[in-house]
């Protein structure tokens, strides 16, 4: 069990570090479209939620699964179609802009 | 045989985040970045739908078009001046979707049905109670951001008291719950001390320091999934949430520096509650300000060679952004140069402004961070700020006095001439008078940021 949960610390700890790499060379100009986006990616959450609505153990259970599972979809679904709908509109030359 | 897919399908999704956060990095690859992303997710939820401990699909079902469709609604129907506010209920959600899954998990212990360590309910406390201040910490800043409630500092006597005692409290009936009893009344007694935290939390944060908040409470969601992995013991959310957990902690960090100020002066201290008078500090009421006609000021930018517009909160809340670039555009086909200087704290988070302009089909190249515009002011003709307050103050650069000193700011003094439009000469979010406004090159064009623009737009054309 110990061992288990010490591999996980390092995985988590690795992670971070990837994380601040990966992020650090986000220019400003995409922050919010960062933001939502890695919004969405925090609604993996969903993967704990769909557990909980599926295995069915107790109808409160089943029910506060479903209320998880709403919650963590409405991050997953409006996170990246909200960052898509930014991204988007982030043209480099006046022409390609249409509309 | 299927839980090996699952656990390599985990990994992929792990991967394809990382892939497509990499991919942000430039507004090129940006929006397959996120394509990528959402590939990553879809795996995991597929992964997790074959699990063999899911029985049932009614409730799936009900949660998933319950929260797909609100989410779209969401998504596609928010104004891009209302981002923040979408942000902040996304956070909300995820951390709330963490903290419901922890409750249930905690219900199979306290049920018996499933044998108690002590690590996994750790985690799960950890997970509900970052779940629940995120919850209901983001819909605070939300509803702040929405201007359902006051965008003002809420203080009250004792509040930094109330709130110590209210976090050891929460910590000291966590550890209670999973030493020495499990016991579902008490876990309720510390849901609900979880979501009076969040709202303690935010409360006192003012409305110009909500990109702080908003940075913060995003990470918060990725610490409450990353605590949700524990739980489950599934590498994925772990990884996933650490990434958004580190996301949210650089970009509170790059707010903080823009602001020159500390994480915990902006949570505490409850800046912006006092405004004071327009009587600040410096003596500068002495002098008066000159004000400029919007015909007037269509001679000056006719007449520049560089502009550079330096876009606020101001413009968001007058949705002044499709005019800024009308202007533009017309001063371009006479020849002249136009950029936009961005701070990183305008607007009401970060890189509020750098949508709104690209949503009015402003090129990205012309977006100026702080770094490479503010050389350029010295050559500048005319700077125009729209809307804009605190980061356009030369205060900051030389007066210890001033509560802003030390902060980062655009040198827009340092230009030819400067035109601020402004609705009045209040003061901006730090309670201090502005000494631009007072500068020998400063005009001021008094009124609503997009009518001042469309009169400028109309005195240009007519003498085009």
Redesign the interface.
Known sequence: MLAGLMVSIYVFVLAIFVGFEVIAKVPQMLHTPLMSGSNAISGITIVGALLVAGRLESPLSAVLGAVAVAFAMVNVAGGFAVTDRMLQMFKRKPEEAGK | MIDLVIALA?LL?AVL??V???R?????T??R???I??A??LI??VA??L?K?????T??L???V???V???L???R?K?TG?PQ??A???G??G???A??A???Y??YA?G?TVP?Y?IQTTIMLGLIVGGVTFSGSLIAWAKLQEVMTGKPILFAGQKVVNALLLLGALALAAYLVVVDANMPLYLVLVGASLLLGVFFVIPIGGADMPVV??LL?SY??I???M????????????????????????TK?MCDAMNRSLANVLFAGVGATVAGPAGPGGAVAKPVKDISAEDAAILLTYAREVIFVPGYGMAVSQAQHQVRELADILTAKGVDVKYA?H?VAGR????M??LL??A?V???Q?M?MDAINPEFDHTDVSVVIGANDVVNPAARHDAASPIYGMPILDVDKSKNVIVMKRSLNVGFAGIDNELFYNDNTRMLFGDARKMLTALIHELKVNA
């Open positions: 985990y999704s985040f990382i497509g956060l990499k942000l990095s430039s507004p090129r940006a929006r970045g996120n394509m992303g959402a990553g997710m995991a939820i997790t739908l699990d401990e899911i029985v049932g699909w409730w799936i009900v949660g998933a319950v929260g797909s609100a989410g779209l969401f998504a596609y928010v891009m981002m979408m942000v209920l996304l956070n959600f995820g709330g979707a963490s419901l899954v409750t249930d998990e219900m199979r049920a049905t360590h690590d908003i940075s995003n969601s990725g409450a999934a990353c949700t992995g524990f739980v489950l013991s599934n590498n994925a959310l772990i990884i996933s949430g650490a990434l958004v957990g580190a996301s949210g902690i650089i970009l790059i961005v990183p988070m970060p890189g509020h750098n949508v690209a949503e089909n090129p990205y190249p977006l961070e």
